[in-house]
């Protein structure tokens, strides 16, 4: 079948690659700076998702089924912050946090709530979780075993980037050699049992929302992920097969280019990080992304101003060759995006897949003078940094000392300096300001989701049953211990509808607090 041609409004022929002058590097070859496929988004259109969790199980399920119906090809799931660091709702700890940036999950039955109506085998599901990520994944394959899915066709990604989460965020509970235990027993656990799982996504999103630089959250990211390859070989995992299921996670911010830039700098440098430790097969070589536009880029001042930002950062995403998208609402300064903001964003990705013209032909920019040389400036400054973390000997010692993390609040401290003194504009902040009074409908989560949950955790403990969950934690426990892969004990407790905050535990117990 010939191929449809595809032209401007002026009927002028797009061709799917441009190649003057002949030097240039071809898309889909190594090292992949030009695009990871041959034809891209010709091929293929980026997986648009977006960001949703909040409240109940009940509630979220709700927003999924509406996402669904306004074109979402992928879901990507929050959870809150008890769900985050291994408690349960009823905990003490949790007190005023339940359900409020993300859904609360404490046992299977909220999952099975969380996803109802929604096959797994036909919906890619990408989950913001890391130090509960072998529990909360244990839950999504429990789950999609009694929907009777075929496990080695489910798809989708679990964040389980614990290293970003000592440099920049906060949400760990283990040290970092016992939570690099736990990620590595995910990757031999799913390269075999869900060969088409993403199994972590090393992520520069949280770097650069801390306050990182382009060039910083490139070379930050790249070193946790060859941290990561070499855990997992050093426990013996074959690196051709494992790290096929590694993805990465970006941020994209204001400045359109540098954004592309980084983005085709990215492919180029894990291309020679990866194959320097072995890897020779082309999909261990191919960095595969997901991007969100800037959350710390959007301002409680003038809210549709970040219309325009989060448009202008989704082009740049786009131009720069992302698998998967995330735009953020314009009122996510304020609260958790309103159904008419996410709606907005999913639609923004839209017109820029089927009126921009910016997907029919691969790598639009390359060639570009200004566009090439940024790439191998970030690029050069990308290596240094990384130099600077191998000599430390890599990085989770750079973290243990504190280098990554000063160098990020280095940079976070300058760039609100140079917004503090007109340096640099932002519009509506510190230029352009006008005292209008904000009236607009912004989304809260009320305090009483947490006696919800606190009543469906006792119904829970009273139905199931406790003997068995006493032994499956039992031997979760000696697992844990004797050092043998975690994974199937933590499904097993699941199944028995062990609850997240009692697995946590046992793990605690066993590793210690950080």
């Avoid at 339940?98 to 999952?111: E, N, Q």
């Avoid at 590694?246 to 020679?272: D, G, P, Q, T, V």
């Avoid at 261990?284 to 989060?310: C, D, E, M, W, Y």
């Avoid at 990020?408 to 006008?434: C, F, H, M, P, W």
Wanted: net charge negative.
């Amino acid at each position: 079948m010939e191929e449809k041609k595809i032209t401007t409004t002026s009927g002028i022929e797009i061709k799917e690659v441009y190649c003057e002058p002949k030097s240039l590097e071809q898309p889909g070859d190594f090292p992949f700076t030009r695009g990871i496929q041959k034809d891209m988004y010709r091929g293929r259109l980026w997986t648009m998702r977006q960001y949703a969790g909040f409240s109940t199980a009940e509630e979220s399920n709700k927003r999924y089924h509406y996402l669904l119906s306004q074109g979402t090809t992928g879901l990507s799931v929050a959870f809150d912050l008890p769900t985050q660091i291994g408690y349960d709702s009823d905990h003490a700890m949790a007190e005023g946090e339940v359900g409020k940036v993300g859904v609360a999950i404490d046992s299977l039955k909220d999952m099975e709530l969380l996803f109802k109506g929604i096959d797994l085998q036909k919906v890619t599901s990408s989950m913001t979780i890391n130090a509960t990520a072998p529990i909360l994944l244990a839950m999504y394959i429990s789950l999609a075993k009694k929907q009777g899915a075929d496990l080695t066709q489910i798809s989708g990604t679990i964040q389980n980037d614990i290293l970003k989460e000592y440099a920049a965020r906060g949400t760990y509970i283990y040290p970092p050699k016992a939570s690099m235990r736990l990620i590595t027993d995910i990757f031999e656990y799913c390269s075999i049992e869900l060969p088409k799982w993403n199994t972590i996504s090393i992520s520069g999103y949280h770097i650069r929302e801390a306050g990182s630089t382009a060039v910083q959250e490139l070379a930050f990211t790249l070193a946790n992920g060859k941290a990561y390859l070499q855990a997992a070989i050093s426990k013996g995992l074959d690196i051709n097969v494992f790290a096929k299921r590694l993805s990465f996670f970006f941020n994209c911010h204001n400045n359109f280019f540098e954004e592309i830039a980084k983005f085709r700098a990215a492919r180029r440098m894990w291309a020679e990080i990866s194959k320097s430790l072995g890897a020779t097969d082309p999909g261990v070589q191919k960095l595969r992304f997901h991007t969100q536009t800037g959350g710390s880029t959007l301002t409680a001042q003038q809210p549709l101003n970040n219309v325009i930002r989060v448009t202008s950062q989704a082009l740049a995403a786009v131009l720069g060759g992302t698998q998967s998208l995330h735009t953020n609402g314009y009122d996510e300064a304020l609260s958790l995006p309103t159904e008419a903001a996410a709606k907005i964003a999913l639609r923004t990705q839209q017109i820029i897949a089927f009126e921009s013209g910016v997907a029919d032909t691969v790598d639009p920019l390359a060639g570009s003078y200004f566009i090439e040389s940024l790439t191998d400036e970030i690029e050069r400054e990308a290596w240094k940094y990384i130099h600077i973390i191998d000599a430390k000997g890599g990085s989770v010692a750079a973290i243990e000392e504190g280098y990554i993390q000063n160098e990020i609040a280095n940079s976070a401290y300058q760039y609100q300096r140079n917004i503090e003194s007109g340096e640099r504009t932002l519009v509506g902040v510190n230029k352009y300001v006008d005292n209008e009074s904000l009236n607009m409908e912004v989304f809260r989560v009320d305090d009483s989701i947490r006696e919800l949950q606190q009543a469906k955790l006792k119904t829970l403990k009273s139905e199931r049953n406790n003997e068995e969950v006493a032994s499956v934690l039992k031997a979760l426990a000696l697992s844990a211990k004797t050092g043998s892969n975690t994974m199937p004990f933590i499904l097993t407790a699941v199944e028995a509808y062990a609850t997240l905050g009692e697995i946590a535990d046992v793990l605690r117990k066993e590793f210690g607090e950080y």
